[in-house]
């Protein structure tokens, strides 16, 4: 099982980027799947999740600190989550990472993580 994550990269404060994350080894279509994030000298931090609810519908979390400004979406057919950023501002930057839960209900998968660098 792999998560390959990408998308990162620099863009202006007020900017906006789409990460991607491809899964692959097994479908996620039915698993929590989520973001996380770790600045520089900071511990790993939640972003957002996804939570299969039934059928082909999805409840999504958010942390406070990009709530309104993150959207999380699926492609069940590309096995792909995306994590879309607008209104990026320069505490957002940081590694991004990917993750998706197993058997053993947390978090057993990760991807690599891409990096996210907002410049003020």
């Known amino acids: 099982v792999q998560l390959q994550a990408s998308g990162g990269g620099l863009v202006q404060a007020g900017g906006s980027l789409r990460l991607s994350c491809a899964a692959s080894g097994r479908t996620f279509s039915n698993a929590l799947m989520g973001w996380f994030r770790q600045a520089p000298g900071k511990e790993r931090e939640f972003v957002g999740g996804?939570?299969?609810?039934?059928?082909?519908?999805?409840?999504?979390t958010y942390a406070s600190s990009v709530k309104g400004r993150c959207t999380i979406s699926r492609h069940n057919a590309k096995n792909t989550i995306y994590l879309e950023m607008n209104n990026l501002k320069p505490e957002d930057t940081a590694v991004y990472y990917c993750?998706?839960?197993?058997?053993?209900?947390?978090?057993?998968?990760w991807g690599q993580g891409t990096l996210v660098t907002v410049s003020s």
């Open positions: 993750a998706a839960q197993g058997a053993t209900r947390d978090w057993d998968y």
């Open positions: 996804s939570h299969w609810i039934g059928s082909n519908v999805y409840s999504n």
